[in-house]
C-alpha cells in the first residue's frame, strides 16, 4: 500500500520538519534544485511501476483530477465518496526544468529573474505530509501528470495559417471564443501588469469564462525581420517588442490569433487530461464550468449515476470537514468497508431523486437537507441512542463479558455463571452494534467522534 513516491520522500530533506520550517535554509539554490531534480529522476525512472499502482485498482469510483494545485479539504470531502483519488505530484511541477530560451525572453521582457521559490517547495512538502494517511491507505495517488505540458526546450516556430481559426473544430472553437476573456498588459518596472481594460499595448492575457483563475496564457507582440546566412539552411531572426500604441487592425488580428491560439491549448490539455483518464480506467475530475460543460455539451460525455452523484456532493459546502478526522476515517475505509460503501449508496439514493429538478435554489436547498439529515440528525440519534445504553449499564455489560474472556481461559467454565447476568446487556448491546453499522451515518459519526 501507499506510493513508491514516498519512499524517496520519506528518506529524503525536502519531508525533513525542521526543514521545512526554515524554508530549507541550510541548502544552497543550487542544491535545492538539484534535490528537485533527483526527485523528478526518481519519478520518471519508476513511472510504469507508479502508472501501474494506480491501473491496478478496478474500482468505477477511481477519479483523474484536473485541479493542479489540489487542495487538502477537497482530497478530504472526496474521501467520503471516492474509492481513489490520482492527481498531479504537486512537487514534481516545482522540478520542470529551465529553458535558457525561456529565460532570455523573460530578461528580455524585464520579468524577474528565475529564483526558486522555498515558501512554495515547503508548503507543497507540509501538503504531501498531511496526506500521508491518505497515500498509505490507498486512496490518493500521485502522478508526474504534469510532465506532457511542460515547453519544450526549444521555441518552436509555428505558422499561423488563418490565424489558427482552423485549429479546432467549429463549434469547440466558437464555444471557446464566446468565453473568451481578453485583457492588455503593459510593462512596468518590474514585468508586466494585467490592465482591467483593453488598450493597443504588445502584452495580453487570454483566459475563459468559468474556468479556474489562474489559468492563462500571456502573449507579445514582437516586429520580426529575417536575415539569410551563409548556410542555405539557416536563418536569422531579429525580434523587437513592438511600440506603445499598436496599430489598430494589427492590434485586432493578433488579439484574434491568440484567442485561437488559447482555444486550442486548453482544449488539448483537457483532451490529453482525458486521454490519460482513459489508460488509467479512471473517471475524469474537474473543478471549472469551462472544462464540464466543454465534455458534456460539445463532447457529448455521457453522466452515471455515480458520476453525478459525485458532482452534487463535491459541490456541496461541508461544515464539518474540518472536524472529520483523516486517520479515522481511512481506518474506516479500510477495515469497515462495508460502512463506507453503505454512507455512498445512501448519497446515491438522495441525490438520484435530485436529478429530475431542474431549480438550482431548489437542488441547494435539497441537497443541504440531505447533509443535514445525515451529518447532524442521525449522528445525534445514534450518540443518544448509546447514551441511553450507557445508563442503562449495557455498554459496561458488553465490557464486563470482555473482561472476563482471559478468566474464563485459566479458571474453567464455572465462571461462565458469572457472565449469565451480563449476557441479557450485552446481547442488546451487540444487537445494536450490528444495527448501527447498517445506518448510513455511521462513517461520519465514526470520523466526528472525539
Known sequence: MGSITYDFLSDSVLFDSREIDNLYKSLTDSQLENILNDYRSYCLSNIEDLTKEVIDNKSSLKILSSIEEMPYETLKQGALYFDQFVIYDPLFQKSTPRRQATDVMSEYLGFQKHKIDRKKIAETAKLLKSITPMIAANFVKILPLSKPFEPPKDIPLNLPINYYADELPK?????????????????????????????????????????ESNKGMIYNYFHQEFERTEDPNKFRVKMKLADYPMDKNV?????????????????????????????????????????????????HVKETV??????????????????????????????????????????????????????????????????????DVQVRKINQKLSSLKRKGFVDAALLLGGLAGTVQTAGWSLLASALAAFTGYKTYQDYKDNLTENPSYLLWRVLKK
Open 306 to 375: 455515480e458520476t453525478a452523484s459525485a458532482t452534487q456532493f463535491m459541490n456541496l459546502e461541508l461544515p464539518f470537514l474540518d472536524k472529520v478526522n483523516i486517520e479515522k476515517l481511512m481506518q474506516v475505509r479500510t477495515f469497515e468497508a462495508d460502512v463506507f460503501t453503505n454512507f455512498r449508496i445512501e448519497l446515491e439514493r438522495q441525490f438520484r431523486e435530485l436529478r429530475t429538478i431542474s431549480d438550482p435554489y431548489e437542488i441547494k436547498l435539497r441537497q443541504e437537507n440531505i447533509i443535514h439529515e445525515l451529518a
Open 171 to 211: 463549434e469547440l472553437m466558437l464555444y471557446c471564443r464566446e468565453r473568451a476573456i481578453i485583457k492588455s498588459m503593459k510593462q512596468v518596472e518590474k514585468g508586466w501588469q494585467i490592465l482591467d481594460e483593453q488598450d493597443l499595448t504588445p502584452g495580453l492575457f487570454v483566459t475563459f469564462q468559468d474556468i
Open 251 to 299: 492590434w485586432k488580428t493578433w488579439v484574434f490569433q491568440s484567442v485561437n491560439s488559447s482555444a486550442k491549448a486548453i482544449v488539448d490539455k483537457i483532451y490529453l487530461e482525458n486521454l490519460i483518464a482513459n489508460e488509467l480506467k479512471a473517471t475524469y475530475l474537474t473543478a471549472d464550468l469551462f472544462t464540464a460543460n466543454l465534455l458534456t455539451t460539445n463532447l
